[in-house]
C-alpha cells in the first residue's frame, strides 16, 4: 500500500512496518544531507536507513512516498508543562497540539507527587496520537512554600528523589536553599535546573553543577554578570522582585495542590508583578550591558557545562504583551474562552504600565536576544524551549514554531536552531541512542518537511507529515488534531 504525505486519516493503531520511500535524510550533527533514501521503521523503531530497501514481502508495510520531503527528528519542546492542564481534556489537547506541530517529545517542566506516581505505575493515560514526555521533575522548589529553610528544601529533594523525580526544579528560593538544594541534588544524582534566585552568585551555581538555567534568568540575574556596574543591576535576595509568594499562615494539606494553583495564577505574566525599583534595575541592565562580559559567561556556562533554554518566545509574550501580533495570532482559536479570558486579562493589567516600564521591557528583550546569541557564538549548549501550557500568550505547538523564529532573530544559523530541537535534547538527556538522528535503533518519532530546514529557519514550520512510535500522520491528519482542538474548544 503505497501513499501520500497528504493521504486520509487512519485509525489510531500503529504501522507495524513503515517504509518511507526517496526522502532526503537530513544529518543533525553538520546539516548534510542525503537524498534518494529509504527509511524503515519496524514496532516503533528505525531498523535501515539507505537507498532501495524493498518492504519485507510477508509483512503489511505502509509505503509512503516522500520525494521532495526532508526528516529530521521529530521536534522536542524542553521546556513544557502540559502535564499541569486540568481537566485531563484540556491536556490531551494540548499534547496533541504539540504532535500536530510536530513536536513529539517534551520535557515537563513541573511535576507532583501524584504525576510521579501515575507515572511509575503506568496510569499517566495520556493520548498515543499526542507528544511523550521525556523527564519529569517533582513539585516545583518554591520559598516559602516547601523550600522555606534550607532544610526544607533538602528534605523535599529527598522526597522527590525517593517518589522517583528525573530532576529537581527551582523557581523561587533564596540563595542559601537553593545551595543547600543543590548539593542535596547533587549527592543523590539529580540534576537541578530552573530558575536563578534573585540575589544568586551565578558563577559559584554553575561551577556547582546546574544542569540548565531557563528563561535566560529570569530577569536581571544574568545581566548582573554583562554589566559594567554589576552591583547596581543585581538586587539582593530579599528585596525588590517580582517573584514573590508570601508564605500561608500554617502548614496546609495538600501543600502540592496551593502550590499549583497558586504558580499557575502567577506564571500567565510575571512581569505584571514587576515593582518599580525592579523596573530601575532593568533599565539599568539594559544601559550597562557590556558584551565582552557577557561572552567571559558564556565561557564559563561553557567550561561548567551548563546549558541554556532561552524561551524567547516567552520572554517575549512577558515583556512585550500588548503586541496586537500577540491577541490576533490564528493559533489563538485552538484555546478554550476561558483560559482567553485570563490571558486578556493579564494583558490589560500589563497595559497599565507606565510607557517608560514597557520601553524599558521591550528594550530589554532586545538585549536577551544580544546575550542568546552570546552564548551560541561562545559555543554554550542551548535548548529550545517555549514554557506552554499556561503562559499567556503561548499555544501549545505553535509557540515553539514561534520560539525558531525568535532564535533566528537572535542570530542563530538554521542548523544551531535544529540542532536544539533534535540533537541538543538527546545529547542533554543522554539518550542519542534512541533520539536525536535518523539513524537505525532510534526511535521512529520523525518529522517530514517540504523545505530544508538548514536552509531557512522558515523551512522548520514547512510541516508535511510526522511519525510518531511508528505511526504516520498525513498533513491532513494533522489538521483534523488541529480542527478538533478548535472544536472541542
Known amino acids: 500500500m503505497t501513499t501520500s504525505p497528504q493521504s486520509p486519516a487512519r485509525e489510531s493503531a500503529r504501522d507495524d512496518v513503515l517504509l518511507v520511500r526517496s526522502v532526503t535524510v537530513v544529518n543533525t550533527r553538520d546539516g548534510s544531507v542525503t537524498p534518494g533514501t529509504d527509511v524503515l521503521v519496524r514496532d516503533g523503531r528505525i531498523t535501515e536507513v539507505r537507498p532501495g530497501i524493498e518492504a519485507p514481502e510477508r509483512l503489511r508495510a505502509r509505503v509512503v512516498d516522500a520525494k521532495g ?97 528525573d530532576f529537581i526544579k527551582v523557581a523561587m528560593a533564596t540563595p542559601d536553599v537553593f545551595f543547600a538544594a543543590q548539593q542535596e541534588a547533587l549527592r543523590l544524582g539529580l540534576t537541578i535546573v530552573g530558575h536563578l534566585p534573585q540575589g544568586i552568585d551565578v558563577v559559584r551555581a554553575s561551577g556547582i553543577g546546574m544542569k540548565s538555567v531557563e528563561h535566560l534568568g529570569p530577569g536581571v540575574g544574568l545581566f548582573a554578570c554583562c554589566s559594567s556596574a554589576p552591583a547596581a ?46 523596573v530601575e534595575r532593568m533599565r539599568r541592565a539594559v544601559d550597562t550591558y557590556d558584551s565582552s562580559m557577557a561572552h567571559t559567561l558564556a565561557r564559563r556556562f561553557v567550561d561548567d557545562n551548563t546549558w541554556q533554554v532561552p524561551t524567547l518566545i516567552r520572554v517575549k509574550t512577558q515583556q512585550i ?18 483560559t ?17 516600564a514597557r520601553v524599558t521591557f521591550r528594550e530589554l528583550y532586545d538585549r536577551q536576544l ?41 542570530g ?52 508535511a507529515a510526522v511519525i510518531r512510535d511508528g505511526r504516520y500522520y498525513s498533513e491532513t491528519d494533522l489538521t483534523a488534531i488541529k480542527n478538533r482542538a478548535t472544536n472541542d474548544r
Not at 498515543?128 to 529533594?157: C, F, I, K, W
Not at 525588590?240 to 495564577?265: H, N, Q, S, T, Y
Not at 504583551?321 to 476561558?338: I, K, Q, Y
Not at 482567553?340 to 517608560?356: D, G, H, Q, V
Open 69 to 165: 520531503l526532508f526528516v529530521v527528528p521529530g521536534y522536542n519542546d524542553m521546556h513544557a508543562h502540559p502535564l499541569d492542564q486540568l481537566p485531563a481534556r484540556s491536556r490531551d489537547r494540548d499534547l496533541r497540539l504539540l504532535l500536530a506541530h510536530g513536536v513529539t517529545g517534551f520535557r515537563q517542566m513541573s511535576g507532583s507527587a501524584g504525576l510521579l506516581r501515575a507515572r511509575a505505575e503506568g496510569t499517566l493515560d495520556l493520548p498515543s496520537d499526542g507528544a511523550r514526555p521525556l523527564s519529569m521533575p517533582g513539585t516545583v522548589l518554591v520559598t516559602p512554600l516547601n523550600a522555606g529553610s534550607p532544610e526544607q528544601g533538602v528534605a523535599t529533594v529527598r522526597q522527590q528523589h525517593a517518589a522517583g523525580a
Open 233 to 278: 543591576v543585581q538586587p539582593d535576595a530579599d528585596g525588590g522582585g517580582e517573584d514573590k509568594l508570601k508564605a500561608p499562615p500554617v502548614k496546609l494539606p495538600f501543600m502540592d495542590r496551593l502550590i499549583d494553583r497558586m504558580v499557575k495564577r502567577l506564571v500567565i505574566n510575571p512581569v505584571n508583578r514587576t515593582t518599580p525599583q525592579a
Open 321 to 338: 504583551a500588548d503586541d496586537r501580533a500577540f491577541a490576533e495570532a490564528p493559533e489563538l482559536r485552538h484555546m478554550d474562552a476561558p
Open 340 to 356: 482567553l479570558k485570563r490571558w486578556r486579562k493579564a494583558t490589560a493589567r500589563f497595559a497599565r504600565f507606565p510607557e517608560s
Open 370 to 410: 544580544q546575550l542568546t546569541h552570546a552564548f551560541d557564538d561562545a559555543g554554550v549548549s542551548m535548548l529550545a524551549g517555549s514554557d506552554t501550557s499556561g503562559a499567556g500568550w503561548v499555544v501549545p505547538g505553535a509557540s515553539l514554531h514561534r520560539e525558531f523564529d525568535e532564535l533566528g532573530r537572535a
Open 412 to 463: 542563530l544559523s538554521p542548523l544551531r536552531v535544529l540542532q536544539m530541537a533534535t540533537l541538543r535534547p538527546a545529547e542533554f538527556l543522554g539518550t542519542t541512542d534512541t533520539m536525536g538522528t535518523v539513524e537505525p535503533g532510534r526511535l521512529a518519532d520523525l518529522v517530514l518537511l517540504r523545505a530544508n530546514p538548514v536552509d531557512d529557519v522558515e523551512n522548520l514550520h514547512a510541516v
